[in-house]
């Protein structure tokens, strides 16, 4: 594997990435228009966009792996910062740390929205449980009547002479 190969990978995950990203922050939006069809084909395309994702991190840690494995280095770790620490020629490496940092920088940005997009939701769905406590009355508002020191209703009695 070469090290021109890993690049090529991590720049297509950025790339996925911040295509992610674009889907988290229509996903905010939906969220705050209370669009819920839109919210879904919106999920069906990132979970597919997520799906890719994977796939292409798997074969980031394979060509990792298969460059520290050629290099006779260890392959305990098998991560872009360890291969960093062997890489001989510095116009590679600087563009690996580069797009490396790039894609660290948008997985931040990423996490971000997403609890953005978490918190939204679990404000709506407070919102939902208040009105829906509001719709329903408790039995102790439906019942006429004083309370006495027990906590029992005191019912008037009243004579129905007429």
Known sequence: MSIQHIIDIMKELKKNHDQILELSKQKTE???KG???????????ERKVLRIVEQQEQKRMEAVDAWLHNQDMGTDKTTVTNMLNFVENEQDKQTLKHVSLQLAETIVRLKQQEKLNHDLIAQSMQFVQLS????????????????DDTGSIK?????SKA
């Open 132 to 147: 829906m406590n509001l719709l329903q009355p408790s039995i102790q508002n439906m019942n006429y009547g004083k309370k």
């Open 155 to 159: 019912r008037s009695v009243f004579d």
């Open 30 to 32: 939906y969220v705050k």
């Open 35 to 45: 669009e819920m069809k839109q919210l879904q084909t919106l999920l069906l395309k």
